[in-house]
């Protein structure tokens, strides 16, 4: 009777209406005391099977392997607080109203810009690209995919319309020991999820900036990342390429530690995004 009437509605236009079925919910013998009232088997099934439903209807769906699992950092560090920098972030956003969005780990929140933080190692060269395009900042030291992917559920994208955003994620899942088929399938949840927040925005998907001693391996991921971009309506960049030499390895008079662009290495970067982004 319950389901005949929901497809009724359904039919009739209401919107915004769901039912939760005996079958997500998955009792089985072990999940009752008597047959009808959950144990704690049972209040389990439930609230696992209401936080599915509700995730899939407010776009936050996480999937099963790290990469795909929003969370925030729990980390402490003395270079910046996450929780902090995120309230800056959406204060930044009513403010500002970005136009353009630059999202990535410790090699984009150094760089310049908003939310200002002290460590600005690029400052010259985003005041230059950057700042006259209304550009907001959403790098976080330390981030992974899924870090990010608890921040675009969590405001950094919403109340706005950027009309270009730049992705640069995943070189601190390879310290985390993801495999390339992790980082390729987080970065397609995130990449869903921010289209869902701004799905008028065009997303350029940048290959993973090369590092001291993992240039090979992220050579062969970002090739990898370039054939995700197109089927997602992405556009593939890979400025990092501005920071090797000849023989495929780090120009390290471009670097601060073999990971982090110093100035003249984000000066690089800059000219080479700048070509992509309106102006």
Partial sequence: MLAETFDSMKMMGFRNIYLLTTEAIGFDIESTVDGTHPNDIGMMKYADAYETIIRKILNEEKGTISTTI?????????????????????????????????????????????????????????????????????????????????????????????KQIVLTIGT??????????????????????????????????????????????????????????????????????MLLKPDKKIDEKLFSDGLHPNEQGYEKLGLYLSKFLHQ
């Fill in 70 to 162: 929003p969370v925030r950092q729990r980390r402490d560090y003395n270079t910046y607080d996450f929780m902090q920098r995120h309230e800056a972030v959406l204060q930044t956003i009513k403010e500002k109203q970005p136009t353009v969005v630059l999202i990535g780990n410790s090699i984009t929140h150094f760089w310049g810009g908003e939310p200002e933080e002290n460590i600005n190692k690029g400052a010259n060269s985003w005041k230059k690209y950057f700042e006259p395009l209304n550009t907001l900042n959403l790098g976080f030291g330390w981030d992974r995919i899924e870090n990010v992917l608890w921040r675009v559920y969590h405001g950094e994208l919403d109340g706005y319309n950027a």
């Fill in 172 to 241: 601190n899942n390879l310290s985390s020991g993801n495999s390339d088929e992790e980082i390729l399938t987080g970065l397609q949840y995130l990449i869903k999820a921010i289209k869902q927040r701004q799905p008028s925005a065009s997303i350029l998907l940048s290959g993973i900036y090369p590092r001291r001693n993992m240039e090979k391996r992220i050579e062969i991921l970002n090739k990898k990342i370039k054939q995700i971009a197109s089927p997602m309506k992405a556009v593939f960049v890979n400025p990092g390429m």
